[in-house]
């Protein structure tokens, strides 16, 4: 097998996929032969969008360790903010859906001011001199992640177990996307890269195959 890049070629016996499932359904990634199984199961489990700020607090002292409350309950406009993780002295904030692509599409600022406005109408206007950004991720604008965290457009759950079939005992995928049950989730996505890992070393052994059905 030959995987081609614009650093040079690389030659191997087996590789294990683990792209996020919008660039393999854009053809970002080409496989020679065509796969449009691959494409047409990674089209069908696209990516969502949730964003995760990290914010330091003054005074953390004053709330419960691992302590967690919504910005706001009568809206789906919110934010989910988590306390004191493992009892550090920050806030790691959380934004998801239509709400996350409208902020990033202003930049990282954007959520820190959406969450100082949230927390200060919860605790007062003096709250907003505790807080200060540490940093965040945009995974939506990340070329090689184009969102977080799959889900399965309606009727084609079916689609995850045929992502993550092997391909002639020589392709292997891993990925949360290819979890059955653990979607959504890094563990998710762990232990289906145990697996394909498993399944390509099981191909490699001479009595081994992990052909696709």
């Known amino acids: 097998m030959r995987i081609e890049t614009a650093d040079g070629t690389i030659n191997a016996n087996a590789a294990i996929v683990t ?14 032969p065509n796969l449009p199984g691959k494409i047409e199961a990674a089209g069908c489990l696209p990516l969502g969008l949730n964003e995760k700020m990290f914010m330091s607090l003054d005074g953390a002292e004053e709330f419960e360790a691992d302590s967690r409350l919504f910005g706001r309950t009568d809206r789906t406009a919110i934010g989910a903010y988590h306390f004191r993780p493992f009892g ?17 599409a202003k930049g990282a600022a954007a959520f820190f001011d959406f969450a100082v406005a949230e927390l200060t109408n919860l605790f007062g206007g003096d709250f907003a001199r505790r807080v200060k950004p540490i940093g965040m991720h945009l995974w939506g604008g990340d070329p090689y992640a184009r969102g977080a965290y799959s889900h399965a457009l309606v009727g084609t759950a079916d689609s995850r177990s045929a992502l993550a079939a092997p391909v002639d005992g020589r392709l292997f995928f891993a990925g949360e996307a290819c979890s059955a049950n653990d979607y959504s989730t890094a563990h998710g996505a762990f232990l289906t890269g145990i ?4 399944q390509a070393i099981a191909a490699a052994s001479p009595s081994g195959s992990a052909a696709a059905p």
Do not use: C, H, S
């Not at 792209?19 to 020679?32: S, Y």
């Not at 697996?195 to 498993?198: C, D």
């Open 88 to 104: 550090r002295p920050q806030i790691e904030a959380y934004f998801g859906g239509a709400l996350a692509r409208d902020l990033e």
């Open 195 to 198: 697996a394909a890992a498993e």
């Open 19 to 32: 792209l996020p499932t919008n660039l393999i359904a854009e053809g970002v990634i080409r496989f020679t």
